[in-house]
């Protein structure tokens, strides 16, 4: 299903997408060389809570997962990319987290992720990695808008992550978004321009290019969900919800402060 939102319905997207931005930097600001995935879990869930939102995660049950996610936020560590499921593990200085978050509030979800090295400092193919996966992002929000095509924002995205040396995954991606998390269209992080779906006013994407710096293939934890490089190596994510307007796109997901 394509889901187009309303006004109102995108007025409500807005204050999921605030929200999500605000938690994900807050919980980034927060954490430090030995912080416990589990700390980062609770300080997602007191947010939520707080806020009067609800959890996109705490219920999801997919068809690859074990029964429902069970948290509320995922952190992936270094080899980790996808679903990473929180875990009692502390945080050494120049690890690289990945958070990735999503809310639903007043019916409308949106859905983000951001990587850094904790301590903020790390190694420099670790700061490629994010970066390439940041410009990435802008490469495909600048090529969104109305009558762009999916196959525009694919290569957009695409062309940057290949032209830093990465091989791309296909299997996940990312998504149209709105009255549920994971919508069609899907946005596969490589592709031809001028095919696909044509965007329109008021569509939802949540846009997530990811890269593993060695391998386009993955491995599954035995938890079932945290998804990891075949090889080990070090990965990165970064992704916001953008709403398409009349004349290009707005990230959604932009911290306010
Ligand atoms: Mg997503």
Redo the contacts with the bound molecule.
């Keep these: 299903m394509i889901e187009i939102l309303s006004p109102g319905r995108l007025a409500a997207a807005r204050t999921s997408g605030a929200l999500v931005a605000d938690i994900l930097h807050t919980i980034r600001d927060r954490t430090t060389v030995g912080t416990n995935l589990l700390d980062i879990d609770r300080w997602a869930k007191e947010m939520i809570l707080r806020a009067g939102a609800q959890s996109c995660y705490v219920d999801y049950a997919p068809s690859f997962g074990r029964g429902p996610f069970g948290h509320y936020i995922c952190t992936a560590v270094n080899d980790a990319v996808l679903h990473g499921r929180p875990r009692d593990q502390v945080l050494a200085a120049g690890d690289l987290l990945t958070l990735?978050l999503?809310v639903s509030q007043d019916g409308v979800a949106a859905?983000?992720?951001v990587s850094f090295l904790v301590g903020g400092t790390g190694d420099p193919r670790s700061a490629a990695l994010i970066s390439a996966t940041e410009r990435a992002l802008a490469a495909g929000v600048a090529a969104a808008g109305p009558d762009a095509r999916v196959g525009d924002l694919s290569h957009a995205i695409g062309t940057v992550l290949t032209e830093a040396g990465y091989p791309i995954n296909t299997e996940f991606g990312?998504?149209g978004?709105g009255s549920t998390?994971?919508q069609d269209p899907h946005v596969p992080n490589t592709g031809r321009p001028g095919r696909g779906y044509r965007l329109r006013p008021g569509l939802l994407l949540?846009l997530?290019p990811w890269v593993m710096a060695d391998t386009a293939t993955l491995a599954i934890d035995a938890d079932g969900w945290t998804l990891r490089s075949a090889t080990g190596c070090r990965t990165a994510h970064s992704?916001h919800?953008i709403a398409i307007t009349e004349d290009g796109a707005e990230i959604l997901t932009l911290p306010s402060r």
Excluded: P, S
Aim: charged letters at 30%; zero cysteines.
């Design positions: 990735d999503a859905d983000a992720a990312g998504h978004i998390m994971h949540a997530e992704e919800t």
